[in-house]
């Protein structure tokens, strides 16, 4: 028997996991058979994990759990049925719309078929919108090293794409004086690893750097190239570029299953029928097992893990300038530990927390999460107090038991790429990781045929008017011109009418409430909704020629209204 | 017929009892004069003034609140409301202008609350 | 652009504004008004049941006749008003305030005053901030928002309703619900008693038959796309869920009636005063803020439960202003009212002792109170004294000061509740 197969027996052995028969496939671990619990499930995993195998396929089963449930669009259709593109991207979070962007720099036929009514709709918008300075991942991984890259790429791409980005750094803080002693060898490893710029701060350097920073600090360290970003305006923002410059987005459409002849995919089916790809690439967040399934290529597992983030009240954001955080040495190993770091718009983020969970699309929060979130990050800020908070939400990080991105063509399908395990920090990686996703689909293609470049591709984005960014007399200008722009309908964020329509119109049309919420903001702000809405609902429907019953808040099915009144009324 | 109440006249939200003996009515827990009024009224013939919307035909008002000119009976609120969603504004009105000059049988007129010629 | 200028400037054109404008023309000075929705009337305008008036006018009227008195008055007196029309920026100049304002019609432009009321009303708790967890389906709506939907766009939210909180919105609003044809299932309150006034929940509850759950909350909502239920749960005296009491309660909408907090973002950047107690800025008897010339009136200062008081509260700060701007402007003395025993708060949270004449009070009991006494004192003399059958929270209490009983040179006046 293979060393690193006894190493995994003995593992297991050691956590009393005996119902587990571990299996060699390919180049990867199977774990077949029963265990007690969930808990159990995700301690086999790792047990089997980082011990030479390629990937780590835990097909454990846990008899009384839940089974696992997907969203699948309604919607049924032959839409897209016959179609043929060089390039078929499944999954429309930041990863998938980068790479979609990125291939637009070719002369190729692309298309991004998203599951949800909108991109961003999973991971990539239920995150705290960091863009890591690079430190935490293990050097030499491929977090590290994507981070590092990833991190420098943001200044030119939000430039070019036009979304916000504030390099507003971190101060990791120390909670005991004697964690000092471990400073130098910090900043050793930190200038191993390529981390731009680090300086170690005495107690009194943090809170003149941060006056509102708690007392129970003993100093730490500043990392100035942490930056933030609103992570859905991100991703929208490349997709709209990649349609601006001739990819196709294709919302609601899921997919299904591959049809394959020998080691290639020929088909991706659909619920909009099945069209063909020269190249498919795998960028569905918590399902890209499944997809590598389709291929017959799991040779990896994805379980997720879920975070809660709560957002504090704008009144509060200038009460701190950077990121805070104080690692507490000890408590969970998988999670950077979250703490309370800015956003673009100005309000702070609470978290993330980070719990290991069955279902990969159970957004949901509980009491305990919250309060876990208040007592843990609250107080690295003197001025926040549980009322501050106005709203919280959940995500799902998409882990692998190796704990590393998967980024790579198909060891076995032939015109498969793998985008998978995009965990934290996904986001401040996406860039690069874009960047090498369409040189690996470029490098394929090549193959069979020659690929040029895209003579008509434009790296910037079109932009209409914010008004939140323009001088008075440019406001002034937008609106003499088009005087939709002068009626503000979100009163939280200040949105005008005129903002939500374009956003309507826009690339990747906003055709739902959220939709529009997460382009402008508006019903993001204080009052979450409760004066706006109602406006929303109707200019949603006028410009999509609707009724504002059959208007929805996000996928099809959540419908906002049941019906008009006193119907009876409009025939007299 | 008997009826416990809670008197709504004043803040002091009395307890009532109020319940008929042949042709007499008798009211107990009432400190004044009309606390005894109202679970009289409570107990024969309970009233309410009805207020709601009417569809007009115009975009910008689509909707006109009006009210009872008087109090209406309890059991007539939703006969009232399935006449009162049945009718249509054609013309820009202004508080105190009837709608329906009788709703659901009684004598009472629905009458407009605000005003459409405001913009 | 040269800014047009005026004595007093008036944000927000509810019930508060109105007043207040009007009161200022009355006193002389130049007045106009700012309102950045269509119509003047504020959250009156949506508030289509009846019950307001009866202090102010004797008479038991609906929101929208409420505010048509104003309103006729407004605009007989010729005041200004420009509606659709959004404050960007608030600033102090020389001679008062500076504002930055956006409309259709004229894009951007500056209005300079003298002096300036805020009359910017309040808006509405959340779900989140009553920590409600769950997904995040459609369906979860705030009693005002569903006020809106069904009495100005013409909708229904939706047919199997659950309400949480007994507040007189939430209350209004089963009875608007249910005549409009949705199923109210039940109210559910956390604390042990309503909020609302018992007129409201006999004629919106009991007269529909629909029940009240106090001591009783809703902790979860469930669905991913449209609600599909909610579970409520019972709560012990500290008001924590009790375990084990939890129910599923199928519905498609939830209506929460939470509470309302003073609209006042516009007065952060001026670094005025705010009371944590009531959400609004600190004032005196003329309703003067912290900071020189700014008014403070209706819903922003406190949230009113009658709209009779909001127009006094209205009227005072519109008058001050109009003293202040017109140059009758003397250096306050200001002495801070202390509340003491079982007051919630108390407003105005300080006396301008240099004024003779009448200060009106407002607060609101902490509990329940039977044969409650409130005194008034000053260096351990007593300036007034009220005796109270009963004293609820929701109910607001207002009494009326003699201020020439304030003996000079005190450090301070209590206000003490007794239960
Ligand atoms: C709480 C939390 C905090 C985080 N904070 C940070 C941070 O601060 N910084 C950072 O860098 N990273 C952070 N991350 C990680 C980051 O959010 C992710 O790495 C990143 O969003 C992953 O993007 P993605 O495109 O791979 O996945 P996703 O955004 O999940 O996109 C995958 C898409 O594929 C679609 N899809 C799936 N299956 C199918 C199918 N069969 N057919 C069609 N479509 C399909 C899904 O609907 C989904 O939209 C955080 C994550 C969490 C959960
Ligand atoms: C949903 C709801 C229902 C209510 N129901 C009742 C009831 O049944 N009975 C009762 O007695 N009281 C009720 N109230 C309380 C009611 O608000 C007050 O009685 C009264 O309407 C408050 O008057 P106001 O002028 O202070 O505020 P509002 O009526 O809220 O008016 C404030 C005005 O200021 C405007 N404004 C705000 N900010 C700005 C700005 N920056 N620039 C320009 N304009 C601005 C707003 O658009 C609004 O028109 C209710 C309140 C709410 C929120």
Known sequence: MAKKLKSVIKELRKFGLTGVCPREWRSSIVLEGEVDSWQEYIAAGYAAAGKGYKGVVNDLRVPGLEPLKEYLPPGRGGALAGKSYDVVIIGGGVIGCAVARELTRWDLRVALLEKEDDVAKQTSSRNNGMIHPGLAAPTGSKKHSYNIRGNRMYTQVSQELGFEFHRCGSVVMLEKSFYRLALPYVRRKALKKGVDGLEILSRQEVSRREPNATDRQRGGIFLPSTGVVAPYMVTVAYAENAVENGAEVHLNTAVLGFEMEGDRIVGVRTNQGVLRARVVINAAGVWADNIAGYANDRFFSIHGRKGTIAIVDKALGSTQSAVLAMPQLGVNTHTKGGGLNPTVEGNLLLGPTAIEVPQREDWSTTAGEMELLLSRHLSLNRRLRPRDIITYFAGVRACTFEEDFIIEPSEYVANLVHAAGIQSPGLASAPAIAEDVAAMTVEILKKTREVKRNPAFNPVRRLTPQLAKLSLAERAEVIRKNPAYGKIVCRCEVISEGEIVAAIHSPVPAATVDAVKRRVRAGMGRCQGGFCTPALLEIVARETSRSPGDVTKGRPGSRMLAEETKAGGKTG | MEKLLVCIQCPQGCKLMVKTEGEEVLVAGNKCPRGASYARQELLNPCRTLTTTVRTEFPDFPLLPVRTAGEIPLGSLFAAMGEINRLLVRNRLRPGDVVLERVSGTDVPLIATADMTLN | MSPAKWDVVVIGAGPGGLAASIAADKA????????????????????????????????????????????????????????????????????????????????????????????????????????????????????????????????????????????????????????????????????????????????????????????????????????????????????????????????????????????????????????????????????????????????????????????????????????????????????????????????????????????????????????????????????????????????????????????????????????
Do not use: W
Not at chain 3, 50 to 55: A, R, T
């Open chain 3, 28 to 419: 002389g000075a130049s007045v106009c008004l700012v309102e950045r929705e269509a119509r003047p009337g504020g959250i009156l305008k949506q508030c289509i049941h009846d019950g307001f008036g009866l202090v102010r006018f004797g008479r038991k009227l609906t929101g929208p006749e409420y505010a048509f008195l104003d309103i006729e008055e407004v605009k007989g007196r010729g005041i200004k008003l420009f509606t659709e029309t959004f404050l960007l920026d608030l600033d102090r100049s020389e001679e008062g305030f500076v504002l930055t304002l956006q409309n259709s019609e004229e894009a951007v432009f500056r209005l300079e005053a003298k002096a300036l009321v805020a009359a910017t009303g309040c808006r509405e708790r959340t779900a989140r901030q009553v920590f409600i967890h769950g997904q995040r389906p459609a369906g979860v709506y705030t009693a005002g928002t569903v006020q809106r939907l069904i009495n100005i766009s013409g909708y229904l939210p939706g047919k199997n309703c659950v309400i949480l909180g007994s507040g007189d919105i939430g209350l209004i609003m089963a009875r608007r619900l249910t005549l409009e044809g949705a199923k109210v299932l039940g109210v559910y309150e956390i604390k042990p008693e309503p909020s609302g006034l018992t007129r409201n929940i006999v004629q919106c509850l009991e007269d529909y038959n629909i029940p009240l759950h106090l001591s009783t909350t809703v902790t979860e909502v469930h669905g991913t796309e449209r609600l599909e239920g909610v579970t409520v749960c019972r709560v012990d005296e500290n008001m924590r869920p009790l375990p084990g009491s939890e129910e599923y309660v199928p519905c498609d909408t939830l209506v929460l009636s939470v509470g309302l907090i003073p609209e006042n973002d516009i007065l952060h950047p001026l670094g005025v005063e705010i009371d944590p107690r009531t959400g609004g800025p600190v004032v005196d008897q003329l309703l003067a803020t912290s900071e020189a010339g700014l008014f403070s009136c209706g819903n922003a200062l406190h949230v009113n439960d009658l709209v009779d008081y909001v127009s006094e509260s209205g009227e005072i700060a519109g008058a001050s202003a109009a003293r202040h701007a017109l140059g009758d402007y003397r250096p306050p003395r200001h002495v801070p009212i202390l509340a003491k025993g079982e007051i919630l708060y108390a407003v105005p949270q300080r006396l301008d002792v240099s004024l003779g004449g009448q200060g009106i009070l407002y607060f609101r009991a902490a509990r329940t109170l039977t044969d409650a006494a409130l005194v008034i004192s000053a260096g351990g003399r007593v300036l007034g004294e009220k005796k109270y059958k009963s004293l609820r929270p929701p109910e607001m209490e207002r009494i009326v000061l003699d201020l020439s009983l304030v003996p000079a040179g005190e450090e301070n006046i209590v206000l003490e509740l007794r239960g």
